[in-house]
């Protein structure tokens, strides 16, 4: 077993709840860790023995495109996604930021953190 990790992942997205994050957007930062079997590709070298990554990436990457006014919508839209994807994973623990988040005052970020395990 084995924990895989992206972490830093940066977009420019329009999730809020007010009309002007829908408009203007802002930055989000996503880090994602997935647990899996890794015993093949351990023993193999070989990518296709293990989870790509870069796949894991670009399904981030295209949830965050769409619009949700809840950090917690995305979120589940990002997992279910990776796992519609990738039945392998048994495990995923992953962090939306939003940096600057219009609340008042000085906040350097806001996060949701959704974690989705096998039984």
Known sequence: MGTIALEGMEFHAFHGCFAEEQMTGNTFF?????D??????ENSD????????????????AAMAIKSNLLEHVGKRIIEAI?????????????????????GGKVNNVSVIL???ED
């Open 36 to 41: 899996a079997d890794t015993e093949a590709a």
């Open 46 to 61: 070989n990518l296709s023995d293990t989870i790509n990554y870069a796949e894991i990436y670009e399904l981030i990457k």
């Open 30 to 34: 996503v880090d994602i860790y997935f």
């Open 83 to 103: 796992k519609n994807r990738f039945s392998q994973i048994e495990g995923i623990e992953l962090k939306i930021s939003k940096m600057n988040p219009p609340i």
């Open 115 to 117: 974690t989705d395990f």
